[in-house]
């Protein structure tokens, strides 16, 4: 089981950036593709992006495309969400998530519950 932890959360003017980490243990991140999620209030959660083990190949969400920008670092097993030009609209709580990485599948092939490791959250508010 991969234990997911999300940090760099917190409070952005509009327009401000912030940069997301969610750190694994437990396991190598080498075998697992990985996702960005977030949840605002009173909403259902939804995707952000995703990275693929290998190969950085992306997906975003078409609210993030243009300003936010994932990327990995196997080395330091972590993942990374730059978020810039933030808007009120990306308040949220931000939850990153792993899947055994499926070869055949691009991150668009994915369902939400096909991601079995979640982390608890970091709390994104984008606010003047």
């Known amino acids: 089981q991969v234990q997911l932890v999300e940090s760099g959360g917190g409070l952005v003017l509009p327009g401000g950036s912030l940069r997301l980490s969610c750190a694994a243990s437990?396991?190598?991140?080498?075998?697992?593709?990985i996702g960005w999620f977030r949840q605002a209030p009173g909403k259902e959660r939804e995707g952000v992006s995703c990275?693929?083990?290998?190969?950085?190949?992306?997906w975003y969400a078409d609210s993030a495309k243009g300003r936010f920008t994932i990327s990995r670092d196997n080395a330091k097993n972590t993942v990374y969400l730059q978020m810039n030009n933030l808007e009120p609209e990306d308040t949220a709580v931000y939850y990153c998530?792993?899947?055994?990485?499926?070869?055949?599948?691009?991150?668009?092939?994915?369902?939400?519950?096909?991601?079995?490791?979640w982390g608890q959250g970091t709390q994104v508010t984008v606010s003047s």
């Open positions: 990275i693929k083990n290998s190969a950085g190949i992306t």
């Open positions: 437990g396991v190598t991140l080498d075998y697992y593709d």
């Open positions: 998530a792993a899947v055994l990485a499926r070869t055949a599948y691009y991150c668009s092939g994915y369902l939400m519950s096909d991601f079995g490791s």
